[in-house]
């Protein structure tokens, strides 16, 4: 789920912009008027909010349990954000401010009020597809769970995608249902402030994300005078339970920021989580044009591509407030600049700012963008090394679009920061010497983003090292380090070792075998589990064009698996979330890609012939032009074949002739790594015989 931004974000862990007397005035205000207008729509649309009819006991059901008979297993991905205590203070004053129903005194408010909810953009704490997927696998629930809510079964999947990940504010009464006995169960229940739901787009909880139970509006009652079930919580109050009412659906949801207490727009529905990928292609070392190549998967097995982004070279790339975002190298070898891109659906992207220096890393966390880099002194991209630059710089950003340099940080022998991740109140970042064969990760804390401290001891024996934050816990992916080749002044193969650590500061290491001879260039968390992207340390990608990414899932921190491949060396790795249908497969369906093939299976077709904005140009010219794009010599041969947006075409040379395989990528044609594409079977029949049955 996301976490707004925008102009006069807030600076720190409850700290507010200039003006916080009035910003929480206006909030209060705004919530006062919110709810008074929802109350009195009630009772002039002759809605009943009058006095008790349940007779039931109320069950107490505390944020962290999934209560009485529930529905599904556990639709919950990340724990639920705790509230900041400035945002505490400001929920019962809200709450203080609800009126309340005649005949039971319980407070009220509208589902549009303002700060009722809560959110976070560095967590989203409900997996809304595999709710859906669950239900999708048991018929008899599903068919409950439906009957519950008042829809078809059929429309389970597209009710789900209007439903808007959120957190209780305050603890609120509601009419829960479980399932036993091959039927729903129904009961009054009290939610603790904290519990993950899912939202409809009037602001009333649908979904207990823990359980998946469905959740209807309660009996009006007074909570003081009816009985309860349960074990009650530390400062649990029947004065302080409420009740939601719909409010007007207008497209989005008021929610605040856990952490700042800034209320901010969140459009309704919960998208569709999705992991992204940011590889490359070509290299200014060897004159060619950089470019990007951006990929999307659901479940991070299976990719598919989703967009090219010329002249550059992702670094960095996050997901917050709604919007994806990406840093970027950008060197004309007259000056060293650095790109901050934004995109909502990781198909078009928008050139948001232009910053002086090399930008690494981007995070979202506490109302704010945060990246980070080094400025452009130190070693060069295109000459070699120069030297340790010795500072890092950080800039922040409230809208993604106007960012403001907040910090410049000395780290001595070191090139700046590289990676940078937020969780549990504070951002953590790591640095590293690039071409020191000898070298050590530091970790770099912050909680204003402003003033910078070593976190701990920096970890020996180390390089490359890459931040992430997810399940309360911090994991960096870095590589060992060994002496400089001699001859070749290039690393010993390197593996990836995963440091742990619960305080960001006293790290555990440990080597996993299936990263072994792994270079590390990127690591996530998202959806339950950890996701880690690396090259063949064994072949090294100078040129940017050879090399495929790995990657390597774990559901604990500890234990990983190789679960698919990336076509191309990453240069980023993210988890998010898009519009359902906006980019990549559809949620739910992975694609037809097999688990470990590096691009979609095509479908074999009929050979395509003519050329078009979406059909292949199949002619020599066509793949001639690709061949010298990818920085190879040798003429198009005629033997080529075309099929299903794949050509195979023989390149004849002097005194020999290879064969070639390009794939059609957003209306041109780019060459492919024939040996690992004929080794994964992902060829259409009409072209499979041509590409790998020859030299």
């Known amino acids: 789920m996301s976490e707004g931004s925008g102009p006069g974000a807030p600076t720190g862990d409850g700290a507010a912009a200039p003006g916080p007397r009035n910003r929480r005035r206006r909030w209060l205000i705004g919530g006062i008027v919110a709810a008074v207008v929802v109350i009195a729509a009630a009772v002039f649309g002759g809605i009943a909010i009058g006095r008790s009819a349940a007779s039931a006991p109320l069950t107490l059901v505390a944020a962290g349990s999934a209560g009485p008979n529930p529905f599904t297993e556990s639709t919950q991905s990340d724990p639920a954000p705790a509230a900041s205590r400035a ?95 091959g039927a729903a169960t129904s009961f009054p229940a009290i939610l603790q402030a904290g519990t993950a739901v899912l939202v409809d787009a009037t602001g009333f909880p649908r979904v207990k994300c823990n359980c998946g139970n469905p959740l209807t509006e309660p009996q009006p ?39 700042t207490g800034r209320v901010y727009r969140q459009p309704v529905g919960a998208g569709a989580s999705i992991w992204a990928a940011a590889t490359w292609s070509s290299s200014a070392d060897i004159g060619l044009v950089d470019q990007t190549d951006l990929w999307t998967s659901a479940d991070g097995s299976s990719w598919t591509h989703a967009a090219t982004i010329q002249h550059t070279l992702v670094d960095g790339l996050a997901w917050g407030d709604g919007l994806w975002v990406a840093v970027a190298q950008r060197d004309d070898q007259s000056s060293i600049r650095a790109e901050v891109l934004t995109s909502s659906n990781l198909t078009a992207w928008t050139t948001a700012a232009t910053v002086d220096g090399r930008l690494r890393g981007v995070a979202f966390g506490a109302g704010r963008w945060l990246a980070v880099g080094d400025p452009a002194t130190g070693y060069s991209d295109t000459v070699g090394l120069s030297g340790a630059s010795g500072q890092a710089m950080v800039y922040s950003s409230g809208d993604a679009t106007t960012w403001t340099k907040t910090a410049t940080v000395t780290t001595p022998g070191l090139d700046g920061f590289w990676s940078v991740a937020y969780g549990g109140g504070r951002w953590l970042t790591t640095a590293y010497a690039m071409y020191e064969p000898k070298s050590e990760v530091p970790v770099y804390q912050s909680t204003d983003a402003s003033n910078w401290t070593v976190a701990g001891t920096p970890i020996a024996d180390q390089a490359q090292g890459t931040v992430a934050y997810g399940a309360g816990t911090w994991r960096i992916a870095a590589a060992t380090t060994y002496p400089a080749d001699a001859a070749t002044g290039q690393p010993a193969i390197d593996d990836t070792l995963i440091d742990s650590a619960a305080d960001g500061s006293a790290w555990s290491t440990s080597g996993p075998e299936s990263l072994k001879k792994q270079l590390p260039h990127g690591l996530a968390y998202g959806g339950g589990r950890w996701l880690a992207g690396s090259e063949d340390a064994e072949l090294l990608n100078q040129a940017h064009s050879i090399a495929s990414t790995q990657v390597t899932s774990s559901d604990d921190g500890t234990t990983w698996r190789t679960v698919g491949r990336i076509d191309g060396p990453l240069g980023a790795l993210a988890y998010g979330s898009v519009a359902a249908g906006s980019a990549g497969p559809p949620t739910g369906s992975p694609g037809p890609t097999p688990p470990s093939s590096p691009t979609p299976a095509p479908t074999a077709t009929a050979p395509v012939t003519t050329p078009g904005a979406d059909a292949p140009d199949c002619s020599s010219a066509a793949l001639q032009r690709a061949l010298a794009a990818a920085g190879l010599t040798g003429t198009i041969g005629s033997d080529l074949v075309c099929s299903g947006g794949w050509a195979a075409a023989g390149v004849n040379h002097p005194e020999s002739q290879t064969t070639s395989v390009f794939q059609w990528v957003n209306g041109a044609w780019q060459l492919r790594d024939r040996t690992q594409v004929c080794a994964q079977d992902s060829l259409p029949p009409a072209v499979a015989p041509a590409a790998c049955s020859s030299n």
């Open 87 to 181: 945002v505490a203070e400001k929920t019962a004053g809200l709450r203080a401010s609800f009126p309340k129903a005649e005949g039971t005194g319980t407070p009220v408010a509208g589902g549009a009020t303002p700060g009722l909810y809560g959110g976070s953009g560095d967590a989203q704490v409900c997996d809304p597809q595999k709710l859906v997927t669950f239900l999708g696998g048991a018929p008899a629930k599903a068919a409950a769970w439906a009957r519950v809510l008042g829809i078809a079964p059929a429309k389970i999947a597209s009710y789900v995608a209007g439903l808007t990940p959120a957190v209780l504010g305050s603890d609120t009464l509601v009419q829960n249902h479980g399932y036993r006995s």
């Open 221 to 259: 009652l007074s909570v003081s005078s009816t009985a309860t079930t349960g074990t009650r919580w530390a400062g649990y109050r029947a004065g302080s339970v409420i009740m939601v009412t719909p409010g007007a659906a207008n497209g989005s949801l008021p929610l605040v920021d856990l952490t």
